[in-house]
């Protein structure tokens, strides 16, 4: 039988995550309301591709959920409460290994009650594959890296699915082993139903293997076609060559016997539509045949059709835990541009969740929600920029989220801003849904509407200034009263700023000069400072910025851009030293300073690391604490909250030990680097690398001599960035930051 890697992934204790988040951590219980609804998951960041599978993340004996998002790549698992609601877990994140292509299906492989991971492998060639050993505390092991399958008197191949393509992993022969459908392409054939078979009952006797091998390369005798229906018959000529063009972009398959007939038949989502097919199969479970008479093109036609466009996918597991299977229905087609761009994804309401009236064998897929998930959560759409301002003049600070816009079916919404107001207390925040649509900025066509909220003119009332795509501002003027609002658009253009692409401003007194200055972060993960020249009450920043790539800050490359600036002076415990937080195209937040000379560069101390990309962040001390609470909006259209759980000082210093010094160079490094200490023991140290999440990536050995300790690591297989190496010798440590770029 197949042996297993030695590579755990193992939970994170909460002091680990703190010291390399600079104390902060995940907060979900501020409420938020919604319609006089106090929803469950307001601050788990939003869905626009969520993938659901079924895993016990508590070890209490019930089965959570497991969600993939596809956008960004996240990991969130669900516990099942006892109301059988589902609450975010983000403690149990790091207890995931991380996922970084296009699906993750979690299955029982090895027939021990435990849910396995099924991971896309590198580019999506291959599948990773993660074996559950929890005991007493969830944990996986490596069991299969990109796993292959054989083929008859051929070389073997990866599997690979396209990137928008869902594979089905089921025991389709009944033997106990898990066998995999994917769509393919094998010698001339077009796009067929490749049926791959695990031969781990067969070899061992057991289902503990992952043994596969090709033994159908036309189930069905159907292939994906462009028609009405995505299916054609077809006669399994592997001698024809067919066009490639005659296909759809994308195919998800579930498995399921659809009419309790002993055979497995298929629910397919193709890229053009965003109804569900049913493939019924009238012939045998590995010798498949599929009569497409017997489709039902609107699926469930019984109930409502499942209608999330585009590309659905199926996910099939028991959610009310009645002992059947239950779907969940959601879109696979992942946004791989801006959504501004072309793309006919929706990402609101993406998840529908139909309940099983039927059996296992005889389903009966009946209609009980849109938005299972997601209507519990903030979800603005495509992106979300949070700002905190006291709109209503009560003295306590409100809610507004700008975003990108939204898809729909064919097209996409403008961009919007969505005003939440705090009904809560002082140091006892709770947010009420209160305007959907603020100023009406949808109809002005914005394809980003980030809002930036401040007394601009000094007469009472908080002004709006919004950020857009282009580069551009513009000022909407509040005509209303201190306790409520009506921004009217004053000056389109504003001041005629224009930082490119991607404008997301905030308002600071940088050179403390009791006027409120501009900052604007823009697509290319600059920093652009502007300042007030003018007064309190009749402000004016010059067209051109007073500094360009402000701190010597352009993240492009190594941070993916989109930079949002976050200035506070309430992240150490001293409150008078400037920090810059900047959010990133890659979803870390980088923590710059204590800035002494906004003039000069900034340097990189420290980072925040959440499930996220596309991060835009605002902070403010909502509990009466003396210290700021972090509200961190997110590509899939929702907010993170965080709030500091560990006083420790930026940049790890509270780490390093009186004794000795640590170096590092080159620093910053293409990979390899040199760690060298002086006044060291002659004796074994440690030396353990650390990314900024946290999560230890090895350790090795080391050997002072003559009082000098002197090697090399090297981080080349790791992606560009912010690590950590700490020296370990007895109870004493050195830590010391390194940038690989």
């Given at each position: 039988?197949?042996?297993?890697?030695?590579?755990?992934?193992?939970?994170?204790?909460?002091?680990?995550?703190?010291?390399?988040?600079?104390?902060?951590?995940?907060?979900?219980?501020?409420?938020?309301?919604?319609?006089?609804?106090?929803?469950?998951?307001?601050?788990?960041?939003?869905?626009?591709?969520?993938?659901?599978?079924?895993?016990?993340?508590?070890?209490?004996?019930?089965?959570?959920?497991?969600?993939?998002?596809?956008?960004?790549?996240?990991?969130?698992?669900?516990?099942?409460?006892?109301?059988?609601?589902?609450?975010?877990?983000?403690?149990?994140?790091?207890?995931?290994?991380?996922?970084?292509?296009?699906?993750?299906?979690?299955?029982?492989?090895?027939?021990?009650?435990?849910?396995?991971?099924?991971?896309?492998?590198?580019?999506?060639?291959?599948?990773?594959?993660?074996?559950?050993?929890?005991?007493?505390?969830?944990?996986?092991?490596?069991?299969?890296?990109?796993?292959?399958?054989?083929?008859?008197?051929?070389?073997?191949?990866?599997?690979?699915?396209?990137?928008?393509?869902?594979?089905?992993?089921?025991?389709?022969?009944?033997?106990?082993?898990?066998?995999?459908?994917?769509?393919?392409?094998?010698?001339?054939?077009?796009?067929?139903?490749?049926?791959?078979?695990?031969?781990?009952?067969?070899?061992?006797?057991?289902?503990?293997?992952?043994?596969?091998?090709?033994?159908?390369?036309?189930w069905g005798k159907v292939r994906e076609y462009i028609s009405e229906t995505g299916w054609t018959p077809y006669a399994c000529d592997t001698g024809a060559a067919y066009e490639r063009g005659k296909r759809?972009?994308?195919?998800?398959?579930?498995?399921?016997?659809?009419?309790?007939?002993?055979?497995?038949?298929?629910?397919?989502?193709?890229?053009?539509?965003?109804?569900?097919?049913?493939?019924?199969?009238?012939?045998?479970?590995?010798?498949?045949?599929?009569?497409?008479?017997?489709?039902?093109?609107?699926?469930?036609?019984?109930?409502?059709?499942?209608?999330?466009?585009?590309?659905?996918?199926?996910?099939?597991?028991?959610?009310?835990?009645?002992?059947?299977?239950?779907?969940?229905?959601?879109?696979?087609?992942?946004?791989?541009?801006?959504?501004?761009?072309?793309?006919?994804?929706?990402?609101?309401?993406?998840?529908?969740?139909?309940?099983?009236?039927?059996?296992?064998?005889?389903?009966?897929?009946e209609l009980e929600e849109k938005g299972f998930f997601s209507s519990e959560m903030i979800d603005v759409g495509s992106r979300a920029f949070p700002s905190l301002v006291d709109f209503n003049g009560d003295?306590?600070?409100?809610?507004?989220?700008?975003?990108?816009?939204?898809?729909?079916?064919?097209?996409?919404?403008?961009?919007?801003?969505?005003?939440?107001?705090?009904?809560?207390?002082?140091?006892?925040?709770?947010?009420?849904?209160?305007?959907?649509?603020?100023?009406?900025?949808?109809?002005?066509?914005?394809?980003?509407?980030?809002?930036?909220?401040?007394?601009?003119?000094?007469?009472?009332?908080?002004?709006?200034?919004?950020?857009?795509?282009?580069?551009?501002?513009?000022?909407?003027?509040?005509?209303?009263?201190?306790?409520?609002?009506?921004?009217?658009?004053?000056?389109?253009?504003?001041?005629?700023?224009?930082?490119?692409?991607?404008?997301?401003?905030?308002?600071?007194?940088?050179?403390?000069?009791?006027?409120?200055?501009l900052v604007i972060g823009d697509y290319y993960g600059r920093i652009h400072y502007y300042e007030n020249i003018g007064t309190s009450t009749d402000p004016s920043y010059s067209q051109n910025a007073t500094?360009?790539?402000?701190?010597?800050?352009?993240?492009?490359?190594?941070?993916?851009?989109?930079?949002?600036?976050?200035?506070?002076?309430?992240?150490?415990?001293?409150?008078?030293?400037?920090?810059?937080?900047?959010?990133?195209?890659?979803?870390?937040?980088?923590?710059?300073?204590?800035?002494?000379?906004?003039?000069?560069?900034?340097?990189?101390?420290?980072?925040?690391?959440?499930?996220?990309?596309?991060?835009?962040?605002?902070?403010?001390?909502?509990?009466?604490?003396?210290?700021?609470?972090?509200?961190?909006?997110?590509?899939?259209?929702?907010?993170?909250?965080?709030?500091?759980?560990?006083?420790?000082?930026?940049?790890?210093?509270?780490?390093?030990?009186?004794?000795?010094?640590?170096?590092?160079?080159?620093?910053?490094?293409?990979?390899?680097?040199?760690?060298?200490?002086?006044?060291?023991?002659?004796?074994?140290?440690?030396?353990?690398?650390?990314?900024?999440?946290?999560?230890?990536?090895?350790?090795?050995?080391?050997?002072?001599?003559?009082?000098?300790?002197?090697?090399?690591?090297?981080?080349?297989?790791?992606?560009?960035?912010?690590?950590?190496?700490?020296?370990?010798?007895?109870?004493?440590?050195?830590?010391?930051?390194?940038?690989?770029?």
């Amino acid at each position: 039988m197949k042996s297993y890697f030695t590579v755990l992934f193992l939970p994170l204790a909460l002091n680990t995550f703190g010291q390399f988040n600079a104390g902060y951590d995940y907060y979900d219980e501020t409420p938020v309301i919604h319609d006089l609804d106090t929803l469950i998951n307001p601050w788990a960041g939003g869905l626009n591709n969520p993938q659901f599978s079924s895993i016990d993340v508590d070890l209490d004996g019930t089965m959570d959920v497991f969600i993939f998002e596809r956008d960004g790549k996240r990991r969130l698992p669900f516990i099942r409460n006892e109301n059988g609601e589902f609450e975010f877990e983000p403690s149990a994140i790091g207890n995931f290994p991380k996922m970084n292509w296009n699906y993750t299906l979690l299955r029982d492989y090895d027939e021990d009650g435990k849910s396995d991971i099924f991971t896309a492998g590198y580019n999506n060639y291959g599948i990773d594959v993660y074996r559950n050993i929890s005991d007493t505390i969830l944990k996986f092991e490596q069991a299969a890296d990109d796993l292959m399958y054989k083929r008859e008197s051929a070389s073997a191949l990866f599997f690979y699915a396209p990137i928008n393509d869902l594979p089905a992993i089921y025991d389709f022969d009944g033997d106990g082993d898990l066998d995999i459908l994917i769509q393919g392409q094998v010698d001339l054939t077009p796009y067929v139903l490749l049926y791959v078979k695990n031969l781990s009952q067969e070899l061992y006797g057991t289902s503990d293997s992952l043994a596969y091998k090709l033994v159908n390369k036309c189930w069905g005798k159907v292939r994906e076609y462009i028609s009405e229906t995505g299916w054609t018959p077809y006669a399994c000529d592997t001698g024809a060559a067919y066009e490639r063009g005659k296909r759809h972009g994308g195919t998800t398959l579930a498995a399921m016997d659809l009419n309790n007939d002993g055979l497995n038949d298929l629910i397919t989502g193709d890229s053009y539509r965003g109804n569900l097919i049913s493939l019924i199969n009238i012939e045998d479970n590995e010798d498949a045949v599929v009569n497409l008479a017997l489709s039902d093109t609107a699926f469930p036609s019984n109930s409502v059709p499942a209608e999330v466009p585009t590309l659905p996918a199926v996910y099939l597991e028991d959610m009310d835990l009645d002992g059947v299977k239950d779907m969940m229905v959601s879109p696979n087609q992942l946004n791989s541009q801006a959504s501004f761009s072309i793309d006919t994804s929706i990402n609101m309401e993406v998840d529908w969740y139909f309940r099983n009236a039927g059996t296992n064998s005889n389903p009966t897929f009946e209609l009980e929600e849109k938005g299972f998930f997601s209507s519990e959560m903030i979800d603005v759409g495509s992106r979300a920029f949070p700002s905190l301002v006291d709109f209503n003049g009560d003295g306590l600070l409100d809610l507004m989220i700008g975003n990108e816009g939204y898809n729909v079916y064919g097209g996409t919404a403008s961009a919007s801003i969505t005003a939440y107001v705090n009904v809560g207390s002082e140091g006892n925040p709770s947010f009420e849904l209160y305007e959907k649509d603020v100023a009406g900025i949808s109809s002005l066509g914005f394809h980003t509407a980030h809002p930036c909220l401040a007394d601009i003119d000094d007469d009472g009332d908080v002004d709006l200034l919004v950020g857009d795509e282009e580069g551009n501002l513009h000022y909407f003027k509040n005509t209303g009263v201190a306790s409520i609002y009506n921004f009217q658009l004053n000056q389109p253009m504003y001041e005629n700023i224009d930082v490119g692409l991607g404008a997301h401003p905030t308002f600071f007194d940088l050179n403390i000069d009791g006027l409120q200055d501009l900052v604007i972060g823009d697509y290319y993960g600059r920093i652009h400072y502007y300042e007030n020249i003018g007064t309190s009450t009749d402000p004016s920043y010059s067209q051109n910025a007073t500094i360009e790539e402000m701190g010597g800050i352009l993240n492009f490359n190594t941070y993916g851009g989109a930079s949002v600036p976050y200035f506070t002076y309430n992240l150490d415990s001293l409150g008078t030293n400037l920090y810059l937080m900047q959010g990133t195209g890659k979803g870390q937040i980088l923590i710059y300073g204590p800035i002494t000379n906004i003039f000069g560069n900034f340097e990189a101390v420290d980072s925040i690391v959440v499930e996220a990309t596309y991060t835009s962040i605002v902070g403010a001390d909502l509990f009466g604490d003396q210290r700021d609470e972090l509200i961190i909006g997110q590509r899939t259209g929702g907010l993170y909250m965080l709030n500091k759980v560990n006083n420790i000082t930026i940049g790890l210093a509270e780490h390093s030990s009186t004794k000795g010094k640590l170096e590092a160079f080159p620093n910053p490094s293409d990979g390899t680097f040199t760690i060298k200490r002086i006044d060291a023991e002659n004796q074994l140290y440690t030396l353990n690398a650390y990314d900024v999440g946290g999560r230890k990536l090895f350790s090795e050995s080391a050997n002072a001599s003559n009082g000098i300790l002197e090697t090399q690591i090297n981080l080349s297989a790791y992606p560009d960035g912010l690590y950590f190496v700490s020296l370990e010798h007895q109870h004493h440590s050195d830590w010391i930051r390194l940038i690989k770029k």
